[in-house]
């Protein structure tokens, strides 16, 4: 079965930068757009970034986190990286890798696979 995982989160101090994974098993990440989501304690899932391949990748940012986070890949390793700096106390929520979408979808409704998501806790 198909099984994402995402790891790297934790404490970080505002300002901080954070690099998270995505690895999958049962599935090969460069054969799918891997697309970022965060939600928020009470809040709802917000997309954050997506990675998608048309013979060169291509990333998509959202506007809150434009020129602060940058996305890329290991395929010999199946693993996604985000890499986020400057990071803000709002930005304190359960990140999350998700695919299956060969492109970059518009919502993150489209996604079939899901990790179960790694916590960034901005705090000083």
């Known amino acids: 079965q198909v099984q994402f995982v995402e790891s790297g989160g934790g404490l970080v101090q505002p300002g901080g930068s954070l690099r998270l994974s995505c690895s999958a098993s049962g599935f090969t990440l460069d054969y799918s757009a891997i697309a970022w989501f965060r939600q928020a304690p009470g809040k709802e899932g917000e997309g954050v970034g997506c990675i998608e391949r048309r013979g060169s990748y291509i990333n998509y940012y959202s506007d809150s986190v434009k020129g602060r986070l940058t996305i890329s890949r290991d395929n010999a390793k199946n693993t996604v990286y985000p890499h986020m700096d400057s990071l803000k106390p709002v930005e304190t929520a359960v990140y999350y890798c998700?695919?299956?979408?060969?492109?970059?979808?518009?919502?993150?409704?489209?996604?079939?696979?899901w990790g179960n998501g790694t916590l960034i806790n901005v705090s000083s």
């Open positions: 998700a695919g299956n979408e060969i492109r970059c979808p518009n919502t993150y409704r489209t996604m079939d696979f």
